[in-house]
């Protein structure tokens, strides 16, 4: 995939890169970069999926979701555009904030028709929510190296049996969500 | 009298003290991480009582200290100098509006408020203050300023720039008042400390670490009562505050919930690991350590020996290296230690090795001598911070020896694995 990638981006100059996440996870499924940029698809990824998630949820609450829904982000160094591509993926791309936008859209209709194609077909997986729970604060933690400490001593959750996570109880896992939401500073997590 | 006058420094054992009560210096990401430790080990309103508490009582016995040295005897007198002790400490400057009934405080730069919003308020939103620390001071101080017996006033910070409010603020109300515990003085301190070892390098270190003490002299709170030096936010800050969080905390895990005990003991050794990442690496990467040292060379057995002086420097004791095999084994020892006075005259001999902040610090200074390219001049930042200490570990600690327990001196082993 990530090879494919690299041969349909190679004719946009203006393109700093491309992130395809996985959801509803919002974990990178594949990417391309461009040489020299300081930032990593794997840092951005997640932030942008949850993002469209958001988007998602907000304007179903409004009554006015589509699947063909698009975020456009105009910011001082780069424009950023947000694609679902389907229920399971969604893209991201970063241009140049030179890039006119209508040479944008037409890139990029051109490029998310042709990444689409080789997507695969997605059966939801029915994770565990411990196991989710855990992700979530691996990417989202203030500390993530430190997390599964202060999970456990807040929690009262043995560190064995957060290692593995899928196994955690009913009890267990409500414990470790309340004590999630209390690192996170948030009434509830968005899994 | 100028509060720099007030230091005293026990050459020989690295120990700083200001007016006979300890001090060393620590930065902001170890403070925040220290407190953040002993909210997960009790939960945010027991975290912030025994917070406050043991800042109350580090303030007291400083306090008093200073006033009795400086001769402030009137109110007004006491008030001005414990405020401009807190901001040269980089604590921050707070304004008193006190009485002996009590009253408010506030303050629009607080050490703990103002760095948990740099460090942290993008990525997390708190609902609860930070700034137990400054609760304590103020206090103390109210206490000290009228001459009312120890505990008789209590605080609560009700306003946090940490909660995104403009400023801090706190109310001072009168508490219930409890029996003080003799002050952990220079005389409680040389009784628990070893005669000094020469270990390897020794000369380098000790001349070092001198010129890095008296580099520290001249380090003081700015206009906002805060220090903003080597790339990180600093404070003069008192070890019986550090002790009394820690082991307080241990006790009442080992006592009521013995299965978190691992996770604690990790938790408090990760902030010896965050310390010597950050302030260590900082110092070692600052222009002010290349004019005191030179350029970084990246030789392993040099950043060790900078390590080891940058932990004297600090008022962290006589640190030495007794045996250091690069990439296989360090063993690193103390004669000394802010850690060991405090627990012996409070809690007697420990059972066992508790030295958490050494042992972690001991870990780290092995991952930065061999891993840290310093001569590219890295960028200590967190996402680098992750990348060192996460994943599969390459070495294991073990304190061997502790004075906590009764040894001769402390060490601590690390080997790779």
Not at chain 1, 32 to 53: I, P
Not at chain 1, 85 to 101: M, T, Y
Not at chain 2, 207 to 224: C, K, N, S, T
Request: charged share 20%; hydrophobic share 45%.
């Amino acid at each position: 995939m990530d090879r494919y990638i690299e041969q349909a981006v190679a004719e946009i100059p203006q393109l700093i890169g491309i992130f395809v996440t996985a959801m509803p996870d919002s974990l990178l499924f594949s990417s391309w970069v461009r040489d020299g940029t300081s930032w990593s698809a794997e840092d951005v990824a997640a932030y942008f999926g949850d993002l469209v998630r958001a988007n998602r949820e907000g304007l179903k609450a409004l009554g006015s979701w589509s699947s063909e829904m698009q975020v456009t982000i105009e910011s001082a160094e780069s424009l950023v555009v947000l694609r679902e591509l389907s229920s399971d993926f969604v893209a991201g791309c970063v241009f140049e904030r030179s890039a006119p936008l209508g040479m944008v859209r037409l890139h990029l209709k051109r490029l998310l028709e042709r990444v689409s194609h080789v997507l695969p077909k997605i059966q939801a997986e029915d994770r565990p929510r411990g196991l989710r729970i855990m992700e979530f604060l691996d990417r989202y933690a203030p500390d993530p190296h430190a997390v599964t400490l202060r999970v456990s001593l807040r929690a009262g959750i043995s560190l064995d049996e957060l290692r593995m996570p899928a196994s955690l109880t009913a009890d267990q896992v409500q414990r470790l969500e309340d004590t999630a939401c209390k690192i996170l500073g948030v009434k509830q997590l968005s899994l | 009298m100028p509060i720099g006058d007030l230091r005293q420094l026990l050459a020989d054992q690295s120990l700083t003290f200001l007016a006979g009560i300890p001090y060393v210096y620590h930065c902001h990401h170890y403070n925040l991480f220290h407190d953040q430790t002993i909210d997960d080990a009790l939960g945010e309103a027991e975290g912030a009582r025994v917070r406050t508490t043991a800042a109350h009582n580090a303030f007291r016995e400083l306090l008093g200290a200073v006033f009795a040295a400086a001769g402030a005897t009137t109110p007004a007198e006491r008030i001005s100098l414990a405020t401009e002790v807190f901001s040269w400490m980089g604590q921050g400057r707070m304004s008193l509006d006190i009485t002996a009934a009590g009253g408010r405080a506030r303050s629009p730069s607080l050490h703990y408020g103002f760095a948990w919003r740099e460090k942290y308020g993008a990525r997390v939103k708190r609902d609860e203050p930070t700034d137990a620390v400054a609760a304590g001071f103020a206090a103390a101080t109210t206490e000290l300023a009228f001459d009312l017996a120890a505990d008789a006033v209590t605080a609560v910070e009700q306003r946090c720039l940490a909660t995104r409010d403009p400023e801090c603020e706190f109310t001072l109300t009168p508490g219930n008042g409890h029996l003080s515990r003799p002050a952990i003085d220079q005389a409680t301190v040389v009784r628990y400390v070893a005669s000094p070892v020469r270990g390897v390098d020794e000369d380098r270190i000790a001349a070092i670490a001198a010129g890095l003490l008296e580099f520290m002299r001249g380090v003081q709170g700015d206009e906002r009562g805060l220090v903003a030096a080597f790339n990180v936010f600093v404070t003069a800050h008192l070890p019986a505050y550090y002790n009394e969080t820690v082991y307080e905390a241990i006790h009442h895990i080992e006592r009521t919930a013995a299965g978190g005990v691992p996770a604690a003991e990790a938790l408090m050794r990760e902030a010896g690991q965050v310390c010597v990442f950050n302030t260590f690496g900082n110092v070692l990467l600052s222009p002010e350590w290349e004019g005191l040292v030179g350029a970084p060379t990246g030789v392993a057995t040099d950043v060790m020996s900078f390590s080891t002086a940058i932990a004297r420097g600090l008022g962290f004791g006589h640190w030495l290296v007794n045996e250091y095999e690069p990439r296989k084994r360090l063993v690193l020892q103390a004669t000394s230690n802010y850690e060991v006075p405090f627990y012996r005259a409070r809690y007697g001999v420990a059972k066992k090795p508790r030295s958490y902040f050494v042992q972690g610090a001991a870990l780290a200074m092995m991952l930065l001598a061999e891993t840290v390219q310093w001569t590219e001049r890295p960028q200590l930042t967190n996402a680098y911070y992750i990348e060192l200490f996460r994943g599969k570990p390459r070495y294991r600690v073990e304190q061997t020896r502790c004075m906590m327990r009764g040894d001769t001196t402390s060490e601590y082993v690390v080997d790779a694995l």
